[in-house]
C-alpha cells in the first residue's frame, strides 16, 4: 500500500491482492510524456476494501489500457465483486506488463 494511505500504488514485482466493491471511470486531464502538452485520459476507479487480507477504504486506479482489458470481463454487472485479484506490475514506462490473476471467492 501506498504512503499516501488510500490509494494503492502498485510497485515493479510486488503482488497486490485486492477485493473491489464499486467503480467507475473518470476523465483526467495529464502532460503527455511524448510532447509534453495536456491531454484527456479515460481513469478506470476501484474501490477496495480489503487489500492483501486486511480491510481498508482505498482506490485502485489505472490509465494503462492493458490492464484495463483484464478487468473488463469482470465489470457488467459488478461481477469482480465475486473475486480477489493479485495484481502484479512489472517494469515501467513503456514497457510496464501486469499480471492479473483472478481468484473466485468462497461463500
Known amino acids: 500500500m501506498s504512503p499516501l494511505g488510500n490509494y494503492v500504488i502498485l510497485q515493479s514485482g510486488v503482488p497486490e491482492r485486492m477485493h473491489f466493491t464499486d467503480d467507475h471511470v473518470e476523465v483526467r486531464t495529464v502532460t503527455d510524456n511524448v510532447t509534453l502538452k495536456p491531454k484527456q485520459v479515460n ?8 487489500l492483501n487480507g486486511a480491510p481498508v477504504a ?23 465483486r465475486n473475486f480477489d485479484f493479485i495484481v502484479t506490475q512489472n517494469g515501467s514506462g513503456y514497457t510496464t506488463r501486469y499480471m492479473v490473476q483472478a481468484i473466485p471467492l468462497t461463500k
Do not use: G, H, W
Open 58 to 80: 482505498a482506490q485502485f486506479s489505472t490509465m494503462s489500457e492493458s490492464l484495463y482489458a483484464k478487468f473488463a470481463a469482470y465489470l457488467p454487472n459488478q461481477q469482480y
Open 43 to 50: 481513469v478506470q476507479i476501484f474501490s477496495v476494501d480489503r
